[in-house]
């Protein structure tokens, strides 16, 4: 069981993974943000286009 413990310790694959699933993580996060960011952006810009296309109907 000793020497279990002590394999287990100096063990560094586990550690490894664990540093790999926080960097996914982050990726993850950075992704989402900017999808969000940009999703705001696309719908501000046809919201304008709407509006252009609206007023440009009512005018004829």
């Known amino acids: 069981m ?3 413990w002590k394999r287990l310790c100096r063990d560094q694959n586990g ?3 664990v540093e790999y699933g926080l960097i ?4 993850f ?3 989402v943000s900017a999808v ?3 999703s705001n ?3 501000n ?3 304008t286009v709407r509006e252009t296309s609206s007023e ?3 005018r004829t």
């Open 24 to 27: 996914l993580a982050l990726i």
């Open 36 to 38: 969000g960011t940009f």
């Open 56 to 58: 440009a109907i009512d």
């Open 29 to 31: 996060l950075a992704m």
């Open 15 to 17: 550690a490894t993974a």
């Open 2 to 4: 000793k020497t279990f």
């Open 45 to 47: 810009t046809w919201d």
């Open 41 to 43: 952006s696309v719908i």
